[in-house]
């Protein structure tokens, strides 16, 4: 008995949807924009993500998300909005997902709208960001400590 290995089953995949999924594999940064003219929705079914270049990636590029709901994708990726979330590790739920933007069209040009919307921060942005809630919550330290410290950026 032939077990398939994971590309076999991703190709396999591919033929069933009838050239709807395709599966880009590994890219480096140039490759991004190409595949972004390509692609519809982007899935990202992590079990664990902290920062999700991926889902900002997409989302940068006006496109929805279908993702598991973990802590680093669900800061950006809003249910019903600029994509669908599903329980992390449910291939079902998943599987639901894809239907649903397979087969709503509507859905799909919502989400793809609210992809459009999403402010997406650039590393640098976030990093500001951090800054001010530090020195927001150490201000009283710092004016009463005389210390003035340093801009990480």
């Not at 190709?11 to 140039?30: C, H, M, R, V």
């Not at 270049?53 to 994708?73: D, H, N």
């Not at 150490?138 to 003035?148: C, M, R, S, T």
Request: with cysteine; net charge negative; aromatic share 10%.
């Amino acid at each position: 008995m032939h077990h398939l290995t994971e590309m076999e089953k991703i190709k396999e995949l591919e033929n069933l949807s009838q050239g709807k999924i395709k599966y880009a594999g590994t890219y480096t940064p140039d490759d991004i924009g190409a595949i972004m003219k390509t692609a519809d929705v982007g899935i990202v079914p992590s079990y664990f993500e902290t920062y999700c270049l991926t889902a900002r990636e997409f989302l940068i590029y006006g496109k929805p998300i279908i993702a598991a709901e973990t802590f680093g994708i669900n800061e950006i990726v809003k249910d019903n909005i600029n994509g669908l979330l599903f329980p992390v590790g449910s291939w079902q739920e998943l599987r639901n997902a894809v239907h649903r933007i397979i087969t709503e069209q509507n859905l799909l040009n919502s989400l793809t709208l609210g992809a459009g919307q999403t402010k997406v921060f650039t590393l640098k942005e976030e990093v500001e960001q951090l800054e001010e809630l530090y020195y927001e919550v150490l201000g009283n330290w710092v004016h009463d400590e005389g210390v003035q410290p340093q801009k990480m950026i």
